[in-house]
Nanobody, 123 residues
Framework: VQLQAFGGGMVQPGGSLTLSCAAS????????VGWFRQAPGKEREFVAA???????KYSDPVKGRFTISRDSAKNTVYLRMNNLNPEDTAVYYC??????????????????WGKGTLVTVSS
């Protein structure tokens, strides 16, 4: 499956953005799709995942502010980001994996990746 992430941009603190991860050559329902991010000078970190069965998982920094969802008809997974703050500034990547649910935070298990999309939160 090929993944394409888009929707990034610049937003003021407190603002919102929705990222999209569009799949082709396969169906997102067959995978767990995860969002990761990499801030300048930092390692890539887990943000959220949407399991093939509909489960969701979030990292602590984004819990309550971000929502991951899936539109099977559009073969797309979304990341709605609310109440953004400067610490959310990063390149955001989506990936697909078939790893067991307990390991979806581990990026080394993701076998397909899209190119990143930059999110900048600044006043």
């Amino acid at each position: 499956v090929q993944l394409q992430a888009f929707g990034g941009g610049m937003v003021q603190p407190g603002g919102s953005l929705t990222l999209s991860c569009a799949a082709s050559g396969g169906t997102v329902r067959s995978y767990t799709v995860g969002w990761f991010r990499q801030a300048p000078g930092k390692e890539r970190e887990f943000v959220a995942a949407f399991g093939w069965s509909g489960n969701t998982k979030y990292s602590d920094p984004v819990k309550g502010r971000f929502t991951i969802s899936r539109d099977s008809a559009k073969n797309t997974v979304y990341l709605r980001m609310n109440n953004l703050n400067p610490e959310d500034t990063a390149v955001y990547y989506c990936g697909a994996t078939t790893v067991v649910w307990g390991r979806v935070k581990e990026e080394n298990h993701y076998i397909h990746w899209g190119k990143g999309t930059l999110v900048t939160v600044s006043s």
